[in-house]
Nanobody, 124 residues
């Protein structure tokens, strides 16, 4: 049973920082690409960032480039999302996702495993 558990969400003022973590368990993730998505109230889930497991290649949605950094610790089966210069429009539930191949993708339908989500709220 694959399990993804996110943590690190919370309430922060605009301009502040948070680091989200996603701990993966249940099988070997050495060939899995990982990603972060988010869903704001009343909006569809959207792609945020993704990383391959073996080479550490990354890709970001334009709105977070230069502010967010995705990284991973293979030994701990953990993916991180460092979020700096947060804006109120970053407020959303953030989800960690894993796909069973080690290629980048921005489509939620390509990811088979999902965490329960962690709330990020950015106040003005």
């Amino acid at each position: 049973q694959v399990q993804l558990v996110e943590s690190g969400g919370g309430l922060v003022q605009a301009g502040g920082s948070l680091r989200l973590s996603c701990a993966a368990s249940g099988r070997t993730f050495s060939n899995f690409a990982m990603a972060w998505f988010r869903q704001a109230p009343g909006k569809e889930r959207e792609f945020v960032a993704t990383i391959t497991w073996s080479a550490g290649r990354t890709y970001y949605t334009n709105s977070v480039k230069g502010r967010f950094t995705i990284s991973r610790d293979n030994a701990k089966n953990t993916v991180y999302l460092q979020m700096n210069s947060l804006k109120p429009e970053d407020t959303a539930v953030y989800y960690c996702a894993a796909r069973t191949v080690d290629y980048l993708s921005t489509r939620s339908s390509d990811f088979a495993y999902w965490g329960q989500g962690t709330q990020v709220t950015v106040s003005t």
